[in-house]
């Protein structure tokens, strides 16, 4: 099999119409198919063009909050990477992981639970009334408390990802995001990750309509 010779600045183009080719003219209102075609593009896996699921104008809530400059709290310092911190700092926004901080790691010790979940009450103090966007890719707790504290009244999110991988509590914490009336995007199932919950976001800040 021969290696096609590609421009750098022309990959990204050409693995757009890969994805748009294979969709075999599977087409979404935008920016949702910004969004489906980016979380393949980062993955190489066309399952999210049927595992994710929205909320109602979801997709437009996020990019209207992104623009209005929100906190954006992930739960992994590999999905506070993947995200544009230039391109969201335009908006005025900004984000944070505490999940290494020694008060969270000290706090979740004391208390026997997940550093995920303290991580996600720092985030709520640290936003402070602003727009809250939460990211998660990796841990189903942050999911269970953030609904825990969406029940309370402790916090209204202006958008949840909910995208975290694996086996353990992974769909039931989808599932309770789904459940609560806030606006949501989640890969139903046990697929997800830092990457594609970056990429969502990234979607959303790269969307110009």
């Keep these: 099999m021969a290696i096609q010779i590609v421009k750098p600045d022309e990959i990204e183009k050409k693995s757009m119409e890969t994805i748009v080719s294979e969709l075999g003219g599977r087409t979404w209102p935008e920016p949702r198919f910004s969004i489906v075609k980016r979380c393949i593009h980062t993955s190489a896996d066309f399952d999210y063009a049927d595992n994710l699921c929205f909320s109602e104008n979801a997709e437009n809530i996020g990019v209207e909050a992104i623009r209005n400059g929100p906190v954006i709290i ?7 990477a993947g995200i544009n911190k230039t391109r969201l700092a335009e908006y005025g926004g900004e ?9 969270v790691a000290a706090a979740a010790k004391e208390r026997g639970c997940t550093r995920a979940t303290v991580a996600m009450e720092k985030g709520v103090e640290v936003a402070a009334g602003r727009p809250i966007i939460f990211a998660i890719g990796n841990a189903p707790t942050a999911l269970v408390r953030i609904a825990e504290m969406i029940d309370a009244g402790e916090v209204k999110p202006a958008l949840v990802i909910g995208a975290p991988v694996g086996f353990v509590n992974v ?8 459940e609560r009336d806030v606006p949501y995007i989640v890969p139903r199932g046990r697929k997800g990750g830092s990457n594609i919950a970056a990429t969502i976001c990234n979607a ?5 309509g």
Aim: some cysteine; overall charge negative.
């Design 74 to 80: 992930t739960d992994t310092k590999m999905a506070a």
């Design 95 to 103: 984000v944070h992981c505490f999940i290494s901080d020694e008060d």
């Design 204 to 208: 959303m800040m790269y969307y110009k």
């Design 171 to 178: 769909v039931e914490s989808k599932e309770l995001i789904m």
